[in-house]
């Protein structure tokens, strides 16, 4: 039987890491020799595989990793951790890497790795003006190219069961709206209503999640978009910088879709186990409350972006004063601190203590 979706907020896939682990049985103390994590999707949750490519959506340059450990840009779309990296660190267990830092290092590859790449979609032709980056069927690919590389380690039985207990994150979506479909200058904007591109996204979707189960993936953790509207990329849209509504009915609706998509799964795959993570909802309210979190501004972004030529920060932006007051890095993606105050949300709605000699005791689940 297939796992039932569940409610968990936050910006990265990642971060439902500890959800599933209580779900399947893994404690944290336990993680670090029994827990393999692969990772696919957008500059959300990327940690450098676009370095490696001719890539015009890349973050390995100042000022991006200001607040990592040493101050310098590794390839993540923040100013310092992403959420992945922050639930990493709590559980003790290293974030996986990029895979083309990796590639053909059959030890690294079996400890689980990162695909995920800024400017990636569901569709091919999302992010073309990038040129290049993993589009979500390149990185399906890449994973089938590691299983192999893998397979020639530990022979086919090892690597299917290997690839069978493995844990697999997909957030992946943003991009075919942000970076497609919301261009009036590209093709599907003009070619389909929302509802004709939502078909084309939802049946794109299924055939990918269908590929990884074929190659061995069976718990799937598959989060849902945020408030996209809200974003700083699209509020410049607004005359009076508001949210954009018609973009978060069209997220809300793809949410819903892709959550009965998982169901769906669970019945017609055997032995599948997807999860479907909701990511808008406190998203939402640490966007519109922000003062709540800790929070002065988050309608616009620390970093002084020129949303006319990409919203990504330059390195002659200009930074704001107190990093950690904004909900917003740049014109797409969330700060450290906010990305710190979602994984601490999580983790304390998840347990109501973490000591490090013993297992923690969950809490109470979030509804659904």
């Known amino acids: 039987m297939g796992m039932k979706s569940i409610t968990i907020h936050g910006f990265g896939s990642i971060i439902?890491?500890?959800?599933?682990?209580?779900?399947?049985?893994?404690?944290?103390?336990?993680?670090?020799?029994?827990?393999?994590?692969?990772?696919?999707g957008d500059s959300l949750t990327e940690v450098g595989n676009n370095n490696f490519l001719n890539s015009l959506a890349r973050s390995d340059y100042p000022w991006y990793g200001v607040d990592y450990n040493g101050g310098q840009a590794t390839g993540r779309f923040t100013n310092g951790r992403t959420i992945g990296d922050i639930i990493s660190s709590k559980l003790g267990i290293a974030s996986p890497p990029a895979y083309l830092s990796v590639a053909k290092d059959e030890d690294k590859l079996?400890?689980?790795?990162?695909?995920?790449?800024?400017?990636?979609?569901?569709?091919?032709?999302?992010?073309?003006?990038?040129?290049?980056?993993?589009?979500?069927?390149?990185?399906?690919?890449?994973?089938?190219?590691?299983?192999?590389?893998?397979?020639?380690k530990l022979g086919e039985e090892a690597t299917n069961k290997h690839c069978n207990e493995a844990m697999y994150f997909i957030g992946i979506g943003s991009n075919d709206y942000v970076n497609n479909f919301l261009q009036p200058f590209l093709a599907d904007g003009q070619q389909y209503t929302h509802e004709e591109?939502?078909?084309?996204?939802?049946?794109?979707?299924?055939?990918?999640?269908?590929?990884?189960?074929?190659?061995?993936a069976r718990k799937m953790v598959v989060h849902g978009l945020g408030p996209l509207g809200c974003i700083p990329s699209q509020r410049v849209k607004s005359r009076k910088g508001q949210c954009l509504k018609r973009v978060n009915q069209w997220v809300q609706h793809f949410n819903s879709k892709v959550q009965i998509l998982t169901t769906t799964l669970n019945k017609k795959l055997p032995n599948s186990h997807l999860l479907f993570a909701d990511t808008y909802p406190l998203v939402l309210d640490l966007i519109n409350n922000p003062s709540v979190y800790g929070f002065k501004v988050s309608n616009t972004s620390c970093c002084n972006v020129d949303t006319s030529i990409g919203g990504l920060?330059?390195?002659?932006?200009?930074?704001?004063?107190n990093r950690s007051e904004y909900v917003f890095w740049d014109a797409f993606h969330p700060s450290d601190a906010a990305n710190a105050v979602m994984a601490n949300k999580l983790f304390s709605t998840l347990f109501t203590s973490f000591p490090s000699s013993s297992s923690p005791t969950p809490s109470p689940l979030p509804s659904p």
């Open 16 to 40: 439902v890491i500890v959800v599933v682990m209580l779900l399947i049985g893994f404690k944290p103390c336990e993680a670090t020799s029994q827990l393999v994590t692969y990772v696919f």
């Open 110 to 152: 079996v400890q689980g790795v990162n695909y995920a790449s800024g400017g990636a979609g569901i569709l091919n032709d999302t992010g073309l003006y990038f040129i290049q980056r993993l589009s979500f069927d390149d990185q399906i690919q890449s994973f089938n190219q590691t299983k192999k590389v893998i397979e020639n």
């Open 197 to 216: 591109f939502l078909d084309l996204l939802l049946s794109t979707f299924e055939q990918q999640l269908t590929r990884l189960y074929q190659l061995g």
């Open 313 to 321: 920060c330059l390195p002659n932006s200009k930074l704001c004063k």
